[in-house]
């Protein structure tokens, strides 16, 4: 039986617990720049014990961002912002890994605060946005252009120039999107995808740009490396994307390299009636695991240290995923551990306020962990 806070193995990566940073978006970019918000963000998750901090959504592509205030990767210039949050994370005994994104017809909006529907260009918006076919997402929202061959072709070989770029910056697992009704979630539903060609109509076709993207970047990223999707289990729509073509999907993507499937659900229609409650996508985990043999880590409504121990415990994930709470309480996996008598390191400089014979956590060397990291993340020239 393991445990939330039990090392979990992955390739050549071996995670200090269970509790990973889910990736949320910060809006908080300029041209796609990480900044002192980010490094806060998510440095201070790492101080607070996860074992993987994941960025927010980061764009491929400037058109793929969902706001024009996204984080980006689709620059060289953005490497080193990142690298450098990258280091403390890992600094704090954590895994800095990175999600990469594009919004497809959910792209060029509002950030959340700032209104809603389509962002115009005068603001900051961009003309052209698109998708697997030319349905926009609601009211409001951009109308999509639908993709040629040659613009999924660009989009496939900007994932693959992304995670090449995000080992540059040291980050030691990708996560790609494949959810929340963003351009490759797009792809997979037949609610969003009325293709006629070899990207559409059949599970096989729908499912065909996700494949590419995964062969794509597990060819520009080290075999070592682990490599995660994001998927909605379901569109909660009948007719629409389900948990048995999950099942199927991830069956395949562990074929292909995937190691470990982020098992969300949700955001492609607006009208979907969906049973929010707590743990209630925990059961898509459980399943993917189960039927499809392969690593999955749960997300959804996770709050207590109770809940993440059975979910772990019983084996319905590998993981949890944990966003929202995390936002609540960044040092959440200290208190967990607390709660649930389980061995975490506190922050050296934290040790004070740690329980009786709590092990303390020393910040590795920067300059020797950036060596270390530039030297494992080479990969090899095409």
Avoid at 73 to 100: K, Y
Wanted: aromatic share 8%; charged share 20%.
């Amino acid at each position: 039986m393991a445990h939330l806070f039990d090392p979990l193995s992955i390739r050549g990566l071996t995670f200090a617990n269970r509790v990973f940073v889910s990736p949320m978006c910060e809006y908080s970019s300029v041209d796609g720049y990480a900044n002192d918000w980010h490094f806060v963000h998510l440095g201070s998750r790492a101080v607070g014990g996860a074992g993987l901090v994941l960025t927010e959504a980061t764009a491929i592509l400037p058109a793929g961002r969902i706001s024009p205030q996204d984080l980006g990767i689709w620059s060289d210039d953005h490497v080193e912002p990142l690298a450098r949050i990258v280091r403390f994370i890992h600094a704090q005994g954590s895994v800095a890994g990175m999600q990469l994104a594009h919004a497809g017809r959910k792209a060029s909006t509002h950030r959340p605060w700032a209104g809603h529907g389509a962002v115009p260009e005068h603001a900051g918006g961009w003309k052209k946005v698109v998708a697997p076919s030319a349905l926009a997402f609601t009211d409001g929202y951009p109308m999509p252009h639908a993709l040629t061959g040659d613009g999924i072709q660009e989009i496939v070989a900007a994932f693959a120039k992304s995670a090449r770029r995000a080992g540059e910056a040291g980050f030691q697992v990708i996560e790609i999107h494949a959810a929340h009704g963003y351009l490759i979630h797009e792809f997979l539903s037949p609610l969003s995808n009325r293709r006629q060609d070899e990207y559409g109509g059949s599970f096989e076709n729908r499912i065909r740009l996700l494949r590419e993207i995964v062969a794509a970047v597990r060819s520009a990223w080290p075999e070592r490396a682990p490599l995660f999707v994001r998927i909605s289990a379901t569109d909660w729509i009948d007719g629409g994307w389900d948990i048995q073509q999950s099942v199927e999907l991830a069956r395949g993507l562990r074929e292909l390299g995937v190691d470990l499937i982020d098992c969300s659900s949700g955001g492609n229609v607006p009208h979907a009636k969906i049973p929010v409650g707590p743990g209630y996508q925990t059961l898509f985990a459980e399943r993917i695991r189960r039927e499809a043999e392969i690593m999955t880590g749960a997300v959804g409504m996770i709050t207590s240290s109770v809940q993440a121990e059975q979910i772990v415990g019983v084996g319905q994930a590998d993981a949890v995923i944990i966003a929202r709470e995390l936002l609540r309480d960044p040092y959440w996996p200290l208190r967990a551990a607390r709660e649930l008598g389980q061995a975490v390191s506190w922050p050296v400089q934290y040790l004070r306020a740690a329980p009786e014979g709590a092990q303390a956590r020393v910040p590795v060397d920067l300059e020797n962990l950036a060596a270390s990291l530039e030297e494992q993340h080479a990969v090899p020239q095409p």
